[in-house]
T-cell receptor
Framework: GQSLEQPSEVTAVEGAIVQINCTYQTSGFYGLSWYQQHDGGAPTFLSYNALDGLEETGRFSSFLSRSDSYGYLLLQELQMKDSASYFCAVRDNYGQNFVFGPGTRLSVLP | EAGVAQSPRYKIIEKRQSVAFWCNPISGHATLYWYQQILGQGPKLLIQFQNNGVVDDSQLPKDRFSAERLKGVDSTLKIQPAKLEDSAVYLC?????????????FGQGTRLTVV
């Protein structure tokens, strides 16, 4: 089986930096992905980590520690449009299925 | 490149009625997923197809849910009969192949309300 844990809500102000954590337990591990979902919208892919370390893509970075079964998404220079839900996801079943975490709702305040 | 298309966008039905959702994945994508997303929760995988074969349907309530992907392209998900707890957004996603670093592209979803 598999389970993922994320904080349910995070609040920050424009221009700030926020970190969204994700811990996971899986029967097999093939990488950690992050998706963003605005209210009423479709989840959209943000990043993927297969190996330990930090991956940077513009204002967003993602980190993975396989030994700790832990990862995080780092959002810098927050903008109002970053207000959304963020989901971590792992591949399970020998890398076949995407299993999503419960999601973290980020609210960016002016 | 056209995205994943789903229809209808919204559906309201009474409990015990039937409903069907349609999904057209991105052209050339071999893998297709159906997810159920209850308000405030993460997407839950219902079924995964590789071409027209089922890879995983372990979380599909088979007494009332069914899905098919004829010819390995379009897919339909059916609920018969619907229950109140089926109220959710049903998301279809596709990816180019089953690979450990392959991004999944999602459609806008169908919001189902069972009354």
């Amino acid at each position: 089986g598999q389970s993922l844990e994320q904080p349910s809500e995070v609040t920050a102000v424009e221009g700030a930096i926020v970190q969204i954590n994700c811990t996971y337990q899986t029967s097999g591990f093939y990488g950690l992905s992050w998706y963003q979902q605005h209210d009423g919208g479709a989840p959209t892919f943000l990043s993927y980590n297969a190996l330990d370390g930090l991956e940077e893509t513009g204002r967003f970075s993602s980190f993975l520690s396989r030994s700790d079964s832990y990862g995080y998404l780092l959002l810098q220079e927050l903008q109002m449009k970053d207000s959304a839900s963020y989901f971590c996801a792992v591949r399970d079943n020998y890398g076949q299925n995407f299993v999503f975490g419960p999601g973290t709702r980020l609210s960016v305040l002016p | 490149e056209a995205g994943v298309a789903q229809s209808p966008r919204y559906k309201i039905i009474e409990k015990r009625q039937s409903v069907a959702f349609w999904c057209n994945p991105i052209s050339g994508h071999a893998t297709l997923y159906w997810y159920q997303q209850i308000l405030g929760q993460g997407p839950k995988l219902l079924i995964q197809f590789q071409n027209n074969g089922v890879v995983d349907d372990s979380q599909l309530p088979k007494d009332r849910f069914s899905a098919e992907r004829l010819k390995g392209v379009d897919s339909t998900l059916k609920i018969q009969p619907a229950k109140l707890e089926d109220s959710a957004v049903y998301l279809c996603a596709s990816s180019a192949m089953t690979g450990v670093n392959t991004e999944a592209f999602f459609g806008q979803g169908t919001r189902l309300t069972v009354v």
